[in-house]
């Protein structure tokens, strides 16, 4: 499989009236096509603010670091993403081969269009369609993700769809423009269970048919291991496990990821005591030294804990953890 | 020892809507719903988003008004009628019956300290006589919900959503109630401090012998806190039963269909789900006949016209479906 | 060194910190409000502005009406104290003397010629025109004078009044018909605001009607009708008083509707909710809950709309419908620098101009600047 997108060594600070906010901390990852990818974290993880750098998307405050660097591998060759200024040269990272889907529907689509009306135009901005074109293709796109009547139904206002409609026809406008990227941010959290299990299965069978590179944003394990191929942990802005998703929900390699999952209540046993992970997930503003998970791990191995930052450990060929338990075990 | 806290009989409340000051329709939240919780019981209430389940929490809170059915209340020192309360009892039911919110933001006033907050049930109903009688009281409580008492002086604002919700708790406790709603109180919560904040929950439960009613959309959260489990479905109660025999033996097809929804931590359990179609209808058009009968894969024609009565088999597990005797260990087949 | 001043370090980090923990809302307000530079400065502008209003009897030189008027200097230039000229320099500043004539040569014009040989020093706590501090304090101590002659730093109008003392009771008369046409139209809009917003249902339509109704009519003409309504021979209290009546009815629906906005969603927050299921009465609910959530929102609302009503009253007079000459407000001295002679030959009559607009930048810039403070998602999009 041939490389879609790279992030090297990503770090994003926010300017705020406190100072600045470290919102994602070294963070490199990349990602093959075809491959879907699982990025978990809780909040202040930084796992959305990293997905909108994919799409140089982020707030006029961000400041990244001049290590960061973003390739997105497209037929034309890469293209650095973050060194993208210009309107008409960024479309190739918004709507053209990347798009993105969110958590809140009603957001991303103007209440004063309608639905046909914004994926014409999306498709028009991207290609070279005609008109008529376009519609014809918004309406197989809106038909493929499960909307009944769609001819009819394109011509509605996003309110006037419900929520699971909603979040059907925001993947078909982001799919329509055949990108090579989907990111996807928590675009089930909103959604009552029995919707969000018909959206992870359209996902699944849109994966297959359009082949595209995903990244599946969300905060909930079972989600992942429905959907991805391999997974992404975050927790205060780095990355700390990496792994085939079978290797990390099985046999998680950090003392956070093993947290998160016992504290998970689980179906198949009833009568299991559930396990929080101690204490609180610090402000943005407190960021611990050494390595971020040391205020609420309970496996220190030693001072260098909360005084360095763990570096990458390789478990097997494709899980990694940082992780100092690692480090002392290698040495 | 198992006897009724709370027991509601064929309870509706509806909400006129439209905004118009001529043009009044009548949406019914909850629909001839019948429940009994026992003392000292940690009740689950399921459902949906539309399901009416917090229209029913707050109706038996008194929150909403009763519009048709019946409430009571007995707790060995009272027996009241909560669809008719007013005056003094709706007072004194106050003191016995609390609410727990879902957002931990909204739910405390940025404008006053953690301490104020706390006390502010205890002034309100004049529980405490003197300011030093308060304080005891409110630290009593916040130790109790393991919060730090240095932190009284504190406002809202200094504390993340774990430490408001626990705080939030701490407020609903502070009156001494027997009876305390919790509304979705963990769903706001990550997951690494959900489990924290149910614990705190189950724990304060059996402390105090409360009695619980638990609602939530997630039912693996409900299967870990809960003894007993009703499941709603557009104002209906569709089942309810102990939660161990509503987990292995669900027997309404929209609880088979919930389970089978619940996102599987196995990786390699993909596609086994069984999935509905379609969405839960509007409250303001709802179906005719069983309220379920436009998503369910068993539909037949009686379904269409006649609702189905909750019928109880004598074990605790109540059902409100025409076919679940033939379903019994059917899954759907879509 | 290091190992001493760490730990002092650690415990003045903790102390921040509790002190943030333990800000009320209003002190977390004022210390957003204190980082934002040009609020901050205009706030400053603002309270020295206020002050010179105040104390405008004390601080001005002379009697701002016909009685402190200097018949030897009409329209005389502005006069600005100097400490050296070509006779060489003094300790203590003066002003030259001034001799005036007018003849077929000047066009009948008065001409004023500087007489570079006489000083007049400007003398501090002179004894001058007696005044009436706040209206009932009596004094005729002013700050600074000089021994003979007078001093007009802005300059005089037509009849000699002096510019600067006018300036700055007219800033006193602006911001008094101000604040009682924003007191006027607060309390209006509390009442019907509140009554709107807490009752809701048919109640509330039928006073939003009614407010729209309000809202519809539009100032000018009705301005005017009331004009002509006034007789010509009302006093300038009575005038003054009318004006900021009608300031303050005008002004009521917008805030209004403002105070009913609020109380509409903070009366279905979840901790109100909280509160009624104790039993908490409506009076409790009120008080304890909807009235302090209110206070920042309705400080802000005033400081905004306040501009407003100094420029309605300033709108009113400069249109000849307000307050008329003797009196002085902004409004009356911007209409005297309406003429073509002001503009070729007696500029200075624009100075009061300036001050209006810092005026009225000042509240702007406060109220922009309370308003960022106040608002509870300014820091939650960060």
Redesign the interface.
Known sequence: MSTLIEVENLTLQ?K??EGL?TAVDNVSFSLARGEVMGLVG??GSGKSVTAKALMHLNASNAVYSPESKITLHTEDGPVDVLSLRKPSDLKVVRGGAVSMIFQEPMASFAPAMTVGKQMIEQLQLHSSMTKSEARELSIEMLDRVGISDAGRRIDQYAFEL????RQRAMIAMALSTKPKLLIADEPTTAL???????V??LM?DLVDEFHMGIIFIT?????V??T?DRVNVMYLGRLIEEGP??SV?RTPKHPYTQ???A?????DD?G???????G??P?PLERPSGCVFHT?CGQIVSDACSSERPVEHQIDETHKTACHIYAEAAT | MSDALIRAKRLSVGFPIGNGLFRKDILKAVNNVSVTIEKGSFFGLVGESGSGKTTLGRALLKAVPITEGEARYTDGEVDLDIATLEGAALKDYRKRAQLIFQDPYAALSPRMTVRDIIAEPLEVMKITKTREETDARVREIAAKCRLNLEHLRRFPHAFSGGQRQRISIARALVSGPQFIVADESVAALDVSIQADVLNLLKQIQSDMGLTFMFISHDLSVVAHTCDHVAVMYLGRLVETAPTRQLFAQPRHPYTKALFSAIPSLDPDDRGRAQKLTGEIPSPTNQPSGCKFHTRCPFAIERCITEEPELESDGSGHDVSCHRWRELIGVEPAI | MSTTSAPTAVTQDQKAKEAYFTASQGQLIWARFKKQKAAMVAAVVLVILILSGLFAPFLSPYDPTIAGRDKDYTNGAPQIPQFCDKNGCSMRPFIHGVTRERSLATNFRWVTKIDEDTRLNLQFFVKGDSYKLFGFIPGSIHLFGVDEGKIHLFGTDEDGQDIFSRTLHAIWTSLRVGAIGVFIAFFMALIIGGVAGYYGGWIDSVIQMITDAVRTVPAIPLFMAIAAFMPPELSSEARFFYISLILGLIGWPTLARRVRTHLLTERNQEYVLAAQLCGAPAGHVIRRHLLPSFTSYIIVDLVISFPYMVLSETALSFIGLGLKDPVSSLGVMLQKATNADVLLNYQWYFIPVVFFIVLVMSFVFVGDGLRDAADPYSDKNK
């Open positions: 926010f705020t009236d906010v809780e909040s419900s929520g699971g409609m009552d269970v029995t919707i969000q299990a018909q992870i299965d699944k905060h909930d394990l079972g989600v291991a429905q991805a998703v079978r929900i947290g998160l999952i504290a998970l209540p689980k179906l009833l299991a005591a559930l396990t929080p992970v101690p609180d997930i402000s609420r």
